[in-house]
């Protein structure tokens, strides 16, 4: 079955900082993955989406990448701000269906200022 | 737009009742999905209505259930509850066409089983 992994419970770092998330996936081969942001006590919020034949996509502070061959993907945020403080998800299309999609458990990151 | 909107926020059952959620999604979005979030398992997929029809639906036993009205409203309901159904549930909503598209999830239900 499918498994989808986020290496790290909780990451802390401190402001200024990158800070580097790590997603990684089994048994599968998604023709993509997504990063949702959750905050507490609220539904995750889409950030970004990289295709299979995409190896890097950047959205201002944040930059992902998608290593097909490893099963992985990184998720960066650069320049990190206190406000970037939140529950990072990545997600995998369910196999068969049209966008429902498997997350994993989060990462949840804690930036110090 | 408006975004997706769930009722109610907050639910206290006892073990044994019944609940139902519901969620409104964003408008011209036809298709509904529900997860349940819970510390231990994250958030995992119960099922996806599209067009008032259940298109797709995940490992979860028959007391979770669904409908769609053709407004694409949506409710989900849980019969005999057990404590273990205590979680957050979320619904998102998407168009339904893409592959691609990317899930607009509401802010929860939260639900206590005691």
């Known amino acids: 079955s499918q498994k989808i992994e986020q290496n790290s419970e909780a990451l802390n770092i401190q402001e200024g900082k990158t800070a580097t998330l790590t997603c990684n996936y089994t048994n599968y081969s998604p023709a993509y993955l997504q990063w949702y942001r959750q905050d507490p006590g609220r539904g995750p919020v889409f950030l970004l989406l990289i295709r299979e034949n995409e190896k890097e996509k950047r959205k201002e502070r944040l930059k992902v990448t998608f290593d097909t061959t490893l099963k992985q993907s990184l998720f960066h945020i650069t320049a990190s701000q206190p406000a970037d403080s939140a529950t990072y998800l990545c997600?995998?299309?369910?196999?068969?269906?049209?966008?429902?999609?498997?997350f994993g458990k989060g990462t949840k990151l804690s930036v110090k200022p | 737009k408006a975004g997706v909107t769930q009722t109610p926020r907050y639910l206290i059952k006892t073990r044994g009742q019944q609940v139902t959620l519901s969620c409104s999604p964003i408008?011209?979005?036809?298709?509904v999905s529900w997860y349940q979030q819970t510390p231990g398992q994250g958030l995992q997929f119960l099922f996806e209505y599209f067009s008032e029809t259940q298109r797709n639906k995940g490992n979860f036993p028959g007391r979770f259930s669904g409908r769609q009205f053709s407004n694409s409203r949506s409710e989900m309901n849980v019969s005999t509850l057990e404590l273990g159904d205590s979680a957050l549930y979320l619904c998102?909503?998407?168009?339904?066409?893409?592959?691609?598209?990317?899930?607009?999830f509401g802010p929860g239900t939260r639900l206590t089983v005691l």
């Open positions: 998102a909503s998407g168009t339904g066409h893409s592959l691609y598209n990317e899930q607009f």
């Open positions: 997600a995998l299309p369910l196999r068969g269906s049209q966008g429902n999609l498997i």
């Open positions: 408008s011209g979005h036809r298709s």
